[in-house]
């Protein structure tokens, strides 16, 4: 049930993720690669959609936070290097600050996500005790 409602909370935060649309800025000089440009924006929010998702997939995996962190991380930020070797091979326009943008949106995906679980966590214990969607302990015979 807890992971259920983890999926479901880290979902509900990829409304907030969605449509990011940021005007790019005028510098003096117009530059080939601004810092502010309409596909920095995307970059930031393909990739903090994608953590966004992976962590919710990694929660259905492993009550571990720190597992599901590093999952999210790995698979976002290993799509955009994928995405700017791919542009390196002659495919698009291969950009550092792409990939500066996909390492600011990666971060704040995952911790979009991390606060969303540990609320819900939160929620969820004050409702319904404090070990409520935790896993139980085993309890071995001696």
Not at 101 to 125: E, F, K, M, N, S
Request: net charge positive; proline share 6%.
């Amino acid at each position: 049930m807890r992971r259920a409602l983890v999926a479901t909370g880290v979902a509900l935060a990829l409304l907030f993720l969605g449509p990011v649309r940021a005007r790019a800025q005028q510098a003096a000089p117009v530059e080939t690669d601004p810092w502010f440009g309409h596909d920095k924006a995307l970059h930031f929010a393909a990739s903090g959609s994608l953590a966004v998702v992976a962590y919710a997939g990694a929660s259905l995996a492993t009550d571990h936070r720190p597992t599901r962190v590093v999952a999210a991380a790995s698979f976002a930020l290993g799509l955009g290097i994928a995405k700017e070797v791919w542009d390196l091979s002659g495919h698009g326009d291969a950009s550092w600050r792409d990939l500066t943008w996909d390492v600011v949106g990666t971060t704040a995906g995952v911790l979009i996500a991390y606060a969303i679980d540990r609320a819900l966590d939160r929620a969820i214990a004050r409702l319904w005790g404090p070990s409520a969607g935790r896993p139980k302990t085993p309890v071995t015979d001696p």
